[in-house]
């Protein structure tokens, strides 16, 4: 069902976030995340531009690579920042590095606001680290499947119990996977 319409209005600000995943050759994923902040009108800057970031150009451009094994265990980490409102912005980039070592698991968005938080990071890559995380969970889930054999007498997959459809009361986890199913009584 799609949204309502809407009132009358005029653009301001266009915020695109792209991920991908990406399958290498020896065995490990790249996720990618990019960031492009524009605005549908001039703004001042007085690092940019003499003074002015035009109508579509971009405001914040920035990019977050991860490189994770099945086990979504991130064994490298890049930031890049291309278009900031200040210059110093880019000076955060390498804190980004402290990624390494970490694991998408339940809890990694808490770790990552306390090593990107306030002044030890920069909030735009901060943010992306949320949508970085799904898509890595996304790209490898296939793979992490067949890895687990989601079969009678295996633990419970990560995914359960983490929203409606995932619930092992809902009618998804009865159909195709009972073996996990609660049923109602």
């Known amino acids: ?6 009132a009358n209005r005029t653009p301001q600000h266009t915020r695109t976030v792209i991920c991908k995943g990406f399958r290498r ?27 002015k970031i035009p109508a579509g150009e971009a405001i914040h451009d920035m990019a977050l690579r991860i490189t994770i094994d099945l086990d979504l265990n991130i064994v490298d980490a890049e930031a890049s920042m291309d278009f900031t409102p200040f210059e110093y912005c880019k000076g955060i980039s390498e804190a980004y590095k402290k990624l390494i070592g970490l694991q998408i698991k339940p809890g990694f968005t808490k770790i990552t606001k306390t090593l990107f938080s306030g002044d030890s990071g920069c909030t735009h890559l901060l943010e992306l680290l949320g949508p970085i995380a799904t898509s890595a969970y996304q790209s490898t889930y ?44």
């Open 1 to 6: 069902m799609p949204l309502s319409p809407p």
């Open 142 to 185: 296939q793979d992490r499947e067949k890895e687990s054999n989601w079969t009678a007498g295996n633990a419970l997959p990560d995914v359960m119990n983490t929203c409606h459809s995932w619930s092992q009361k809902s009618p998804v986890v009865q159909k195709h996977w009972p073996h996990f199913a609660i049923f109602n009584e």
């Open 25 to 51: 050759e020896d065995g490990l994923w790249d996720i990618e995340g990019h960031l492009v902040d524009i605005k549908d009108h001039d703004i001042m800057s007085k690092e940019r531009n003499d003074g």
